[in-house]
């Protein structure tokens, strides 16, 4: 029976088990038995129509316009190509996009993990060669692990080489090596914050940018390498800087010792619709949350959502499975959320200065 619903399924994909069972005549039962046992050929979408498992998982980002974190995160079906069947992944940029920092960065985390895991990756950007040269410019495939196929060729990275440095309102991608982290990157980060922005953001751009990299230190639990970098986009007046780990994340490592040593946050999750959301939330309002005993430990969100307080910045953090965005308006801090995204290890946070607020506000 197996061969005839492959056959079936490869010339009519997309049908469900009851039209499949009419139309081979065989029993209903007994043919979701098989479709659900054998889900290494056969898959269900979100309205229950099975068809072959394919090979290869395309994902397009764009068309005309900026391409955001959001975007990013609604190419996805719920099924994350990290975590499925598929041996393939395939992503195209279309013609005309332009991707802000924050997606590029969760762009080059994911192409990363997917070769982690055993995936074959192809990056096409032939129909965007604009993108293709910016990443260059910025170091995206400095980064990008090799075995990765870029279409229509991996650039030899001369632009970074050659522009490093010269443009104190881009800092090019930089590996953070959890075994040998590179401590000058908060340092590197805050000159170019201050070079923009202005001097009277000195102290707490450096607070920020040191406390999130600290916390994907403490955090990343992986021989794997994050990055950190920061665009300014003078039009819009604002800058994005990106610290990243492919690792547990923030709440794949306090999880674990919350109900011990935070039963209060613990009862918090346990009534929460999200339980990491609930979790990551209490990090940023209250502080002091770590999976070590070390006074002074696990309060660098919190002194993060302070700053961002002050010059209504916002802060966004990717999670395995969510986001939490940390925002000001004019009934102070605020939170919001984006859940069941596409599986993604580690932790990606993203911290977004808009010039002209912050002027305002200090």
């Not at 050659?162 to 991608?173: A, H, K, P």
């Not at 090596?177 to 000058?184: E, F, K, V």
Request: hydrophobic share 40%.
């Amino acid at each position: 029976m197996l061969d005839q619903i492959s056959a079936f399924l490869k010339e009519n994909p997309g049908t469900k088990a009851r039209t499949i069972a009419s139309k081979l005549g065989v029993d209903r039962a007994e043919l979701n038995r098989l479709l659900h046992d054998c889900q290494d050929k056969f898959e269900k979408d979100s309205e229950f129509r099975w068809s072959l498992v394919s090979a290869e998982y395309r994902i397009e980002f764009g068309g005309s316009g900026w391409l955001t974190s959001g975007d990013f995160e609604r190419a996805f079906s719920s099924t994350s190509p990290l975590t499925s069947r598929h041996t393939a992944v395939v992503l195209v940029l279309k013609d005309g996009c332009k991707p802000l920092l924050e997606f590029v960065a969760r762009l080059l985390a994911f192409c990363n993990q997917l070769v982690a895991v055993g995936k074959v990756v192809t990056l096409n950007f032939e129909g965007s060669k604009k993108t293709l040269s910016y990443l260059d410019r910025v170091g995206f495939f400095d980064v990008l692990n090799e075995a990765i196929h870029v279409l229509p060729g991996r650039p030899n990275s001369r632009l970074s080489k050659t522009y490093q440095g010269n443009n104190d309102g881009v800092i090019e991608f930089r590996l953070i090596d959890p075994a040998s982290p590179d401590t000058n990157i908060p340092s590197l980060l805050q000159h170019s914050f201050v070079s923009c922005a202005g001097g009277s953001y000195s102290q707490a751009a450096f607070t920020v940018l040191a406390e999130l990299f600290g916390n994907v230190l403490d955090h990343s639990d992986t021989a794997s390498p994050g990055f950190a970098c920061l665009q300014f986009y003078p039009r819009a007046r604002k800058i994005q800087a990106v610290i990243s780990d492919n690792g547990r994340g923030i709440v794949g490592t306090l999880a674990p010792v919350v109900p011990e040593k935070y039963p209060h946050v613990a009862q918090i999750m346990a009534s929460a619709q999200h339980s990491g959301v609930a979790l990551l939330t209490e990090v940023f309002k209250s502080g002091g949350l770590s999976q070590v005993d070390t006074d002074g430990r696990g309060i660098g969100l919190k002194l993060s959502r302070d700053v961002a307080k002050k010059f209504r910045a916002k802060i966004s953090v990717r999670q395995s499975d969510f986001e939490l965005r940390v925002y000001h308006d004019h009934n102070g801090v605020q939170f919001g959320h984006r859940l069941n995204l596409a599986h993604l290890d580690g932790t990606h946070i993203c911290f977004e200065f808009k010039l002209d607020a912050a002027s305002k506000s200090a």
